[in-house]
Structure formats: C-alpha cells, structure tokens
C-alpha cells in the first residue's frame, strides 16, 4: 500500500512538473516575440504566491486523429484562482505550447467552470486569451463545451466583472468569448481576434489579408470599437488589468473599493475657465477638464480612438471611483454619432451594474445629421443612451459646461431623463435646438420683411438665447438644482457624491426590459 502510493506521489509530482516546465521551445519564440507564456501570465498578474491552480492535470478525451498521441495534462489551459492587491480573483490562461492553445472539451469544461464559480464565490474572472480557435479533432463534443463558456460568459455578465485579455491570435471562440465580457484588452501586434483567419478568407472570398489588418488592435480599439484598451506588450497589459480592478467591486453586490484620498476634495479648479472658451464653436480638450477635477489627475479612459466625439472611463473624487461621460469638442464638435452613442450606452449599463456613480459633462451641439447616420440607425443607437441612462440607478450627477440642444441634451441625463443633481456653469444654453436655427424659424418672416435683416436677427437672437436657453431659465423652471462657478465643480461632485452614497430606487417589476439593441 506504501509502495503504491509512493509511485503515486512520484507519478503526480512527474506529471505536474512536466505541466508547470511547459514547451522550452515555444516558450523561447514567445520571449523572442517580447511576451510571456501561459503561467508566466498568471505570475505577472496576481500577487506573488497567490495562485492555486485547479484541474493541472486534465486531458482531452478524444483519440482520434492522432489526438491519444498529442494530448498533453492541463489540455492547454490553466485554471485557478489567487489575488490582486489582497482581493480575490478567477483567471484562466491558454497555454499556445499545447495544441496551439486550441479549445478541447477539457479546455473548455475549464473555462467554464472558472467564471461559473467566480459567480457563485462573487468574485472578478480574467481571460487571458492566446488561441487557435477550436480544436476540430472533438468534433460535435468541443461545441456543446463551447457553448458553456458562451453561457456562463452570460449568465455572469452583471454579476462579476469580466476582464479580457487578447494575448495572441483568438479565433472563432477565442474572439466571441471576450465580446461578452465588460473589458477587452488587446495587445499590440501580437493580439489578434477574427471570426475566421487570412487562410479561411482566401480560400472563400478570393481576398488575401494579413492578421493584423483582420483583426489586430487598430482595427478593433479605432474601427470596430471590440476592444477597449490597448497594451504595447504583454505585461503593461497585464498592469493595465490590475488598474481597472481598482475601480470595480469583486460584485454587483458590493461598493467599489475606495482609496485612502490624497486630493483635497475643497481644492478649486482656477484653471477650469481657461480650459473652456467661452465662444460655443470654439474647441478644447474635454480630457484635460476631467484630469483636472478628478483626484490626483489620475483618469483611466477606455475605447480612447473609438468614437472619438465622445469620451468615457474612470477616476476617483474624494478616493472614491467614478465613471464619467462627456462630449469632446475636438471631434465633430462633441455631437452624437451611431458609435457615439454605443460606447456611452454600454458603458453607463457597466458602470450601473457595478454601483459606480455616473458624471455626465454636457456639451453637445445634438445628435450628428445626414444621410449616413440615419441609414446607420442613429434613431435606434441614439436611444439606446436614453434607456441606458433612465435604467441606471446608481447616483448620476450631470454638469452643463457650455450647452446641450435637442434630443442629445435628454442622451446627456437631464433631471427628466434621472439625474439626481444637474448643474449649470454661467453662460450656458440648453434648448430644443442652436440659437441661430432657432431663430431662423421663430423669426423667418420678420427677418426677411425687416430693412436691416442682419440686424433684426442679431436682436432676435439675443432675445431667443435670454429667454428660452440661458441658465436662468433652467434654474426658474428647476430643470437644474445650482448654477456653479467653474472652479468649484470638483468641490460641488464629491458633495452631492457624499449625499448621494446611500441611493436607493426601485424600478418596476419585470423579467427584463427590451433595450433598443
């Protein structure tokens, strides 16, 4: 019985050591290419000594096609869980060294029971993705396995954050597994993801194209707007992760975790009105505003060259994370697009399903007009930020900066869209449309009978912007609580922040609402 065991222990320990050495060869290209392998992943990410491993040693079942000779303990991934900063977390890492990091039964039994039991532990799971796609040699057996990840991927979504990162090429399932997570962060040239590769491609359609114009990181972070972040090498993706978690709860069911301030949450912002020209058309950098109030000037945005009218992302007031929505002047004038409006709906129903509080910076000229965008379906994707907005129920705080026209301004969280607090800056305009369009059809028939019509439509003009769009209509008619100085925003956020903390509001009872999608 000893003797047994005796060879037991030594075949484990043979088996695990042959696991956790993995493919010298494959291991020394990846180093040649500036990344890191599968476990050596894991050790950047978590706290050293933190990971415990689970199912080292699973196998594929399948024999045929070779596979009884090619499959190797673990099956091409490595599951387990361990910590970052002291908190808990899941991860998962495909191993390229074994078969190509191709997803098995095994593999994907693996996966899924990962971010199964994240959910029900209540804690953070991270993808570490860095695979060929299916492995065909399963058969029907590898898609029914599949299809838990795409499951438990779905059922998880608002319960867990789900962090993704895109390591390597990630074909087939290694592409829609991450599109069902929060986050997606995608590694320059050697991350790549696409339903289905240059091979595939040229063989139906005729059309050669390499990896990197198929689904590198430009492609995804500026064009189709998959990816959020993008990392220039394997471990500042790795670090890039570990901030994000910084910013959520482990769950739905928690706060975000709070940082010790080093900000003093009275300092006055004296530079605010320098950043922001007073003349309506003019352009500024809406970044350098939100650096500006946040603490410390630490602000994490996402989807950064996507959408570019538009910015969103993370920072903290007074220690505390807050998410951030705002128009970017810099880029079609800070109006809304189809994309636009996409990457701030998303992001809102990120943020609500994580209790992070929403500030909104208004200043929108309206939604973007012309043919292209209503064949888009700017209808349908501009009213997906009205739903997203009138779901939430975490606090949600909007400032007006300089003006907000139309249906955009209700996108934007006015009081009757949800906001809990709306402040206006001096000078602001907020109205069914510009003053000038206004003005031409208010006053067309009196401008053009008058002697001096250039002169009859100054007057008018100033007469429209008095009555019907200043801030002091919006403050009679309680459509805002305060008009503020601009120096004082940070100072006024993370007082309402303060009396907002303890929230609650329900919201009828329903299996789900039908977001315009």
Same mark, same amino acid.
């Given at each position: 019985?000893?003797?047994? !065991? =005796?060879?037991?222990? $030594?075949? /484990?320990?043979?088996?695990?050591?042959?696991?956790?050495?993995?493919? +010298?060869? &494959?291991?020394?290209?990846?180093?040649?290419?500036?990344?890191?392998?599968? !476990? =050596?992943?894991?050790? $950047?990410? /978590?706290?050293?000594?933190?990971?415990?491993?689970?199912?080292?040693? +699973?196998? &594929?079942?399948?024999?045929?096609?070779?596979?009884?000779?090619?499959?190797?303990?673990?099956?091409?991934?490595?599951?387990?869980?361990?910590?970052?900063?002291?908190?808990?977390?899941?991860?998962?890492?495909?191993?390229?060294?074994?078969?190509?990091?191709?997803?098995?039964?095994?593999?994907?039994?693996?996966?899924?029971?990962?971010?199964?039991?994240?959910?029900?532990?209540?804690?953070?799971?991270?993808?570490?993705?860095?695979?060929?796609?299916?492995?065909?040699?399963?058969?029907?057996?590898?898609?029914?396995?599949?299809?838990?990840?795409?499951?438990?991927?779905?059922?998880?979504?608002?319960?867990?954050?789900?962090?993704?990162?895109?390591?390597?090429?990630?074909?087939?399932?290694?592409?829609?597994?991450?599109?069902?997570?929060?986050?997606?962060?995608?590694?320059?040239?050697?991350?790549?993801?696409?339903?289905?590769?240059?091979?595939?491609?040229?063989?139906?359609?005729?059309?050669?194209?390499?990896?990197?114009?198929?689904?590198?990181?430009?492609?995804?972070?500026?064009?189709?707007?998959?990816?959020?972040?993008?990392?220039?090498?394997?471990?500042?993706?790795?670090?890039?992760?570990?901030?994000?978690?910084?910013?959520?709860?482990?769950?739905?069911?928690?706060?975000?975790?709070?940082?010790?301030?080093?900000?003093?949450?009275?300092?006055?912002?004296?530079?605010?009105?320098?950043?922001?020209?007073?003349?309506?058309?003019?352009?500024?950098?809406?970044?350098?505003?939100?650096?500006?109030?946040?603490?410390?000037?630490?602000?994490?945005?996402?989807?950064?060259?996507?959408?570019?009218?538009?910015?969103?992302?993370?920072?903290?007031?007074?220690?505390?994370?807050?998410?951030?929505?705002?128009?970017?002047?810099?880029?079609?004038?800070?109006?809304?697009?189809?994309?636009?409006?996409?990457?701030?709906?998303?992001?809102?129903?990120?943020?609500?399903?994580?209790?992070?509080?929403?500030?909104?910076?208004?200043?929108?000229?309206?939604?973007?007009?012309?043919?292209?965008?209503?064949?888009?379906?700017?209808?349908?994707?501009?009213?997906?930020?009205?739903?997203?907005?009138?779901?939430?129920?975490?606090?949600?705080?909007?400032?007006?900066?300089?003006?907000?026209?139309?249906?955009?301004?209700?996108?934007?969280?006015?009081?009757?869209?949800?906001?809990?607090?709306?402040?206006?800056?001096?000078?602001?305009?907020?109205?069914?449309?510009?003053?000038?369009?206004?003005?031409?059809?208010?006053?067309?028939?009196?401008?053009?009978?008058?002697?001096?019509?250039?002169?009859?439509?100054?007057?008018?003009?100033?007469?429209?912007?008095?009555?019907?769009?200043?801030?002091?209509?919006?403050?009679?008619?309680?459509?805002?609580?305060?008009?503020?100085?601009?120096?004082?925003?940070?100072?006024?956020?993370?007082?309402?922040?303060?009396?907002?903390?303890?929230?609650?509001?329900?919201?009828?009872?329903?299996?789900?609402?039908?977001?315009?999608?």
């Amino acid at each position: 019985m000893a003797k047994s !065991r =005796e060879d037991l222990e $030594k075949k /484990l320990a043979g088996l695990e050591q042959k696991v956790i050495g993995g493919d +010298a060869k &494959t291991t020394a290209k990846l180093h040649e290419q500036g990344n890191l392998n599968a !476990r =050596e992943r894991i050790d $950047k990410l /978590l706290d050293p000594g933190t990971f415990v491993e689970e199912f080292m040693l +699973a196998e &594929t079942p399948s024999v045929d096609f070779g596979m009884a000779e090619r499959k190797r303990p673990s099956d091409g991934v490595v599951v387990g869980f361990g910590k970052i900063d002291g908190r808990p977390v899941y991860v998962y890492s495909q191993d390229r060294s074994i078969l190509a990091g191709s997803v098995g039964a095994a593999h994907a039994e693996k996966i899924a029971y990962a971010i199964q039991t994240a959910r029900k532990v209540g804690v953070p799971v991270i993808g570490l993705n860095d695979s060929a796609g299916a492995r065909i040699q399963e058969g029907l057996t590898v898609t029914s396995a599949i299809g838990k990840i795409f499951f438990e991927n779905s059922i998880a979504s608002g319960c867990i954050p789900q962090i993704s990162a895109i390591m390597g090429p990630c074909i087939g399932v290694g592409s829609y597994s991450p599109a069902l997570t929060d986050v997606i962060v995608q590694v320059q040239n050697s991350g790549q993801m696409f339903i289905t590769g240059p091979a595939v491609i040229k063989e139906v359609l005729g059309e050669t194209v390499t990896m990197e114009e198929l689904g590198g990181s430009k492609i995804h972070s500026e064009v189709s707007g998959v990816t959020d972040l993008v990392a220039k090498n394997d471990e500042d993706c790795l670090a890039m992760i570990r901030r994000l978690l910084g910013f959520l709860p482990a769950s739905f069911e928690e706060q975000p975790p709070r940082k010790e301030p080093t900000d003093d949450p009275g300092r006055l912002l004296d530079n605010l009105e320098k950043l922001v020209p007073e003349e309506m058309k003019r352009a500024y950098n809406i970044v350098q505003v939100i650096k500006a109030i946040v603490d410390d000037g630490d602000f994490f945005e996402l989807k950064a060259k996507f959408a570019r009218n538009l910015v969103i992302g993370f920072g903290r007031l007074n220690g505390a994370p807050v998410g951030f929505v705002a128009n970017q002047p810099m880029f079609l004038a800070g109006s809304l697009d189809v994309d636009a409006s996409d990457k701030a709906a998303r992001f809102i129903r990120f943020c609500d399903a994580f209790n992070v509080p929403i500030v909104t910076l208004m200043d929108v000229p309206g939604f973007f007009p012309g043919k292209q965008q209503e064949e888009k379906g700017i209808i349908r994707h501009g009213a997906k930020m009205l739903y997203a907005y009138a779901e939430a129920t975490v606090p949600k705080i909007t400032i007006v900066l300089r003006k907000g026209y139309g249906g955009a301004k209700q996108a934007l969280c006015t009081r009757e869209m949800g906001a809990d607090q709306l402040f206006v800056w001096p000078g602001v305009e907020l109205a069914v449309m510009g003053g000038g369009g206004a003005v031409n059809v208010l006053y067309k028939k009196e401008i053009d009978q008058s002697a001096d019509p250039a002169k009859t439509r100054t007057e008018k003009l100033a007469e429209y912007l008095e009555r019907f769009s200043g801030p002091f209509e919006a403050l009679a008619k309680q459509f805002a609580q305060a008009a503020i100085r601009p120096a004082e925003t940070r100072k006024r956020l993370i007082q309402s922040l303060e009396i907002l903390r303890n929230k609650k509001e329900d919201r009828p009872r329903k299996k789900h609402g039908l977001m315009p999608v």
